[in-house]
C-alpha cells in the first residue's frame, strides 16, 4: 500500500469484538480526559510493521519506532535520526551519523548497529530495499553512531528509497529485534519514536493504547509533513475497535471518541450536519482499489483467466458501493494512479463503462476453466469491501464462474493472504485492498508495482519481461524519460494482469472539532502533533 495505503484495514473487525467492547463506548458517560485521544482505528492484530504490511501495523510502526529519514510536505527526503549524511566523488558509498539524544523506550541507546539491521530486514519485504541489497556491497557500522552503504553502483534514489511512505517503511528496531527474518514476527513493542506502546492497556479485539514518550528528543525543525519536530501534545492515545458504524458515529457525537478513521460514508451527512463534528480529507491523493489476483493457483495462474477479470469489472458500480454517490470516487486505468506524474493512458483499450461481461466469459474459456472453486476472502467487517466483494461474487456467478465468499475480520484476512497454498490447503484466489494513489507514483517501492514472484506482495505476480523494464527505473535521469519508460512498463502490466483496479477513492476521516492539528500527508496517520483543545 497500502498498498496499503497499502491496502486499507477497516473500521470494525467482527462481531466478537463489538461484544467485547467496553460498555463505555455504547452509552454516553462522561467526557474523555483533556489529555487523552480516543481513536476509531480497528483491530489491531500484527505489532510488526515489517512482518505485516496492513495499515494499522504500519501506523503502530508509525507512532513508536522512527525513520532515518522523512518525507516533508513536499515529498522530499529530510534527515529524521540521520544528524549529517555523505556521498563518496564516485556515488558509490554513503556515510550516515545518527543525531543526538536517539534513545529505545527500554532505556538503552540507539546505535549504528541497530539500522544496519534494520535496513537489512526491511529489504527482505520492499521491494526499494530489494533493489538496495542487490546493488549494495556492503551495509556496516562504522561507530556507535555511523553506519556506512557502500555501492556496487551509484542509486541516486538511495535516500528517497529510505524516505519511503508506502508499506513497508524503513522504521529502525533494536537489533536484537531486527536480526532475523522478516518472516519471522517482532513480539516486543519498543521503539524510540514519540509514542510508547502501553501493553498494560491492550484489551485484544477492543483496543490498545500509546503513551507520550517523555525522553524522546525531537528534531529543531518545524513540523513539516512528516519531517521536522515530532511535537507530541497530549499524554495518551487509545485506539479502539468498534465493530458497528453507527455506534462509532454515535460514539464521536456523544465525546466518547475523538476520531474515526474510515466513517461510513452513508454516515457522512450525519456528521456534517453536526455542528461538533468535521470531515477532513487529510490523504487528498486518495487510495486506488484493486483485486489482487493468486498467480500461484488456477485458474489466475493462466492468464486468459487474469485479462478476463479485466473486462469484467465494472468500476462504475464498483464505486458505487465503495463511496456511494458522494463525488469522493474516481475510475482509475493507469498501474500509476490517478494523480502522479506518471499517469498515462497505454494499453488500457479494455476499459469501457460496463464492462464486457461476454468478453469475460470467452476468455474464462479460452483459459481451460472448468467451474473450480474461486474463493474471494471477504473481509465482512470492512463494509465497502464487503460490498466490492459482494459485486463481484455476482457478476462471476452471471458468466458461470464457480465464485464463493470466505468471510472473515480483516485481521483474519491479513493471516489467510499470506498461504501461497491451494484452495483446499485454506488457499485463496482473490482479495480486496487499496493504496495511496501517491505511491502508485515510484514503482520501485509501491507494493502493487513489483512482479517478481515469490519477492512480490501478495498475489505473487510474475513478469520478467516487466521486471527487466522496472529495473531501469532507478537509473533514468530525466522525468520525461521515467515518462516513456512508464508507458512501455504499463502497456506490459495491462498484457499479463498484475491486478485489476477498481477506482480511486478520496475517504475523509471524521473528528471532533476540539481535535486539532492532524498532519494532512498520504497514507500514512500521525499521531504527533495533534491536540485537543478546550470546546
Known amino acids: 500500500m497500502t498498498i496499503s495505503r497499502r491496502d486499507l484495514i477497516k473500521v470494525g473487525m467482527g462481531i466478537a469484538t463489538a461484544i467485547s467492547m467496553p460498555s463505555i463506548l455504547r452509552a454516553q458517560t462522561a467526557p474523555t480526559d483533556a489529555r487523552t485521544v480516543r481513536m476509531v482505528m480497528g483491530d489491531l492484530r500484527v505489532f510488526d510493521p515489517i512482518f505485516a504490511t496492513d ?29 549529517k549524511w555523505g556521498v563518496s566523488d564516485d556515488k558509490k558509498t ?50 556507535d553512531k555511523t553506519f556506512t552503504i557502500a555501492l556496487k553502483e551509484p542509486l541516486g534514489l538511495l535516500t528517497d528509497l529510505l524516505a519511503k511512505v508506502s508499506q513497508p517503511c524503513l522504521f529502525i528496531m533494536r537489533e536484537k529485534d531486527a536480526d532475523r527474518p522478516a518472516t519471522e514476527q517482532v513480539i516486543a513493542s519498543i521503539g524510540s519514536g514519540p509514542f510508547k506502546f502501553n501493553p498494560s492497556l491492550a484489551k485484544p479485539g477492543a483496543s490498545v493504547g500509546y503513551d507520550r514518550n517523555e525522553k524522546y528528543v525531537t528534531r529543531g525543525e518545524p513540523s513539516d509533513g512528516f519531517a521536522g519536530g515530532k511535537i507530541v501534545n497530549v499524554d495518551r492515545v487509545i485506539w479502539d475497535n468498534i465493530a458497528d458504524q453507527q455506534t462509532a458515529v454515535s460514539a464521536l457525537q456523544a465525546g466518547e471518541t475523538d476520531f474515526i478513521w474510515l466513517p461510513p460514508a452513508d454516515l457522512y451527512s450525519v456528521i456534517e450536519t453536526d455542528p461538533n463534528l468535521e470531515l477532513q480529507v487529510l490523504d487528498t491523493a486518495g487510495s486506488d482499489w484493486c483485486f489482487r489476483m493468486n498467480f500461484l493457483q488456477k485458474p489466475f495462474d493462466n492468464v486468459k483467466a487474469r485479462q478476463a477479470m479485466l473486462y469484467l469489472i465494472d468500476q462504475e458500480a464498483f464505486l458505487r458501493v ?92 491479513v493471516a489467510r493472504r499470506m498461504n501461497k497454498g491451494a484452495i483446499e490447503s485454506g488457499g485463496w484466489s482473490i482479495f480486496p485492498t487499496s493504496d495511496s494513489d501517491f505511491v502508485l507514483g515510484n514503482p520501485l517501492s509501491a507494493p502493487y508495482l513489483a512482479a517478481n514472484g515469490d519477492q512480490a506482495w501478495y498475489g505473487w505476480p510474475k513478469s520478467d519481461e516487466y521486471e527487466a523494464l522496472r529495473a ?50 498520504p497514507q500514512l496517520i500521525a499521531m504527533w502533533n495533534m491536540e485537543k483543545i478546550s470546546a
Open 55 to 83: 495499515d494499522l501495523a504500519t501506523f503502530h510502526g508509525l507512532a513508536i519506532y522512527d525513520t532515518l529519514f522523512s518525507l516533508d510536505s513536499k515529498f522530499k527526503p529530510q534527515p529524521q535520526m540521520v544528524r
Open 94 to 143: 554513503y556515510t550516515f551519523e545518527l543525531r543526538d539524544g536517539l534513545g529505545w523506550h527500554d532505556g538503552t541507546p540507539v546505535t549504528a548497529a541497530d539500522c544496519v539491521a534494520s535496513i537489512r530486514r526491511w529489504a527482505q519485504n520492499d521491494a526499494g530495499g530489494k533493489l538496495l541489497m542487490e546493488r549494495a556491497k556492503d551495509i556496516s557500522k562504522k561507530d
Open 322 to 413: 465503495i463511496s456511494p454517490g458522494l463525488g469522493y470516487g474516481h475510475t482509475t486505468t493507469s498501474i500509476f494512479g490517478n494523480n502522479t506524474a506518471y499517469t498515462n493512458d497505454e494499453n488500457t483499450e479494455w476499459h469501457k463503462k460496463g464492462g464486457d461481461p461476454e468478453k469475460a466469459k470467452q476468455l474464462f474459456k479460452e483459459a481451460g476453466y472448468a467451474g473450480e472453486r474461486i474463493v474471494i476472502l471477504d473481509p465482512s467487517g470492512w463494509p465497502e469491501a464487503h460490498a466490492a466483494v459482494e459485486v463481484l461474487a455476482a457478476a462471476m456467478h452471471n458468466i458461470g464462474v464457480n465464485a464463493e465468499l470466505a468471510p472473515s475480520d480483516w485481521g483474519g484476512l
Open 472 to 521: 531501469k527505473w532507478a537509473n533514468v535521469e530525466t522525468l520525461e524519460q521515467r515518462k516513456a519508460l512508464a508507458r512501455k512498463m504499463q502497456r506490459v502490466w495491462w498484457d499479463f494482469v498484475g491486478d485489476v483496479r477498481l477506482g480511486q477513492v478520496v475517504t475523509p476521516i471524521a473528528r471532533r472539532k476540539e481535535l486539532t492539528g492532524l498532519i494532512e500527508m
